[in-house]
């Protein structure tokens, strides 16, 4: 059972465009965290979100966690190549010590 | 400069030779873990250490060991490698697991064994 679902998988958009990627769960975190990982490279920390409801903004990239803390987007405006990458959500349920992974969503804009 | 470190980048080997995969943190975290990635299967955490001595499994920890000897050292051991385990595999330490720490990711160590 995957308990953080990442949607779309894939996503191909025009440069200049606005899109929202999601990551969704049935169980509750205590929080979230966005990663970046391009190739070759290990993830790389884009924000944490601990709060229900909390929005995180860094630069164009816009992070909001639902308010029951199940759930978190990531919206980007006016996407540029640079943005082109695999983008994971990773969670904590503070019950033990592990960090669950969502699978990603690979993001390609197109210039 | 903070970083993590792992070796070997890129290891090609047979099935059943021992090998080991280093990791090393300088900014003395407690909290390390080691991931394998796999296309279609996301980040998947092997084992991960709380502190020195301090070692626990993951999601998927057959057919791997871990040590946890000093605090800035957590070596993945592959006591006889099969070729389910061609992956790769990313270290990464944080201050702790808990309350939305950074995790810092070492550059991955690509296994493939035959």
């Known amino acids: 059972t995957q308990l953080l679902e990442q949607s779309p998988q894939f996503l191909s958009i025009q440069e200049g465009e606005n899109l929202t990627v999601y990551c969704n769960s049935s169980?509750?975190?205590?929080?979230l965290q966005w990663y970046r990982q391009e190739p070759g490279e290990g993830p790389v920390l884009l924000v944490t979100v601990v709060t229900g409801g909390e929005v995180k903004k860094l630069k164009r990239l816009t992070f909001q966690f639902g308010d029951a803390r199940k759930d978190s987007s990531l919206h980007i405006t006016a996407a540029q190549p640079g943005d082109t990458g695999l983008y994971l959500c990773?969670?904590?349920?503070?019950?033990?010590?592990?960090?669950?992974f969502g699978k990603g969503t690979r993001l390609h804009i197109l210039p | 400069e903070a970083q993590v470190t792992q070796n070997p980048r890129y290891l090609i080997t047979v099935t059943g030779k021992k090998l080991t995969v280093t990791c090393s943190q300088n900014m003395n975290h407690e909290y390390m873990s080691w991931y394998r990635q796999d296309p279609g299967l996301g980040l998947r955490q092997i084992y991960y250490?709380?502190?020195?001595?301090?070692?626990d499994k993951g999601d998927v920890p057959e057919g791997y060991k871990v040590s946890r000897k000093e605090k800035r050292n957590f070596p993945l051991i592959l006591e006889s490698p099969s070729p389910n385990q061609t992956s790769l595999y990313f270290c990464?330490?944080?201050?702790?697991?808990?309350?939305?720490?950074?995790?810092?990711f070492g550059p991955g160590t690509r296994l493939l064994v035959l």
């Open positions: 250490s709380m502190n020195v001595e301090v070692t």
């Open positions: 990464a330490s944080s201050p702790s697991p808990l309350r939305g720490e950074i995790q810092y």
């Open positions: 990773a969670g904590d349920m503070n019950r033990d010590d592990k960090i669950i």
């Open positions: 169980s509750v975190f205590s929080s």
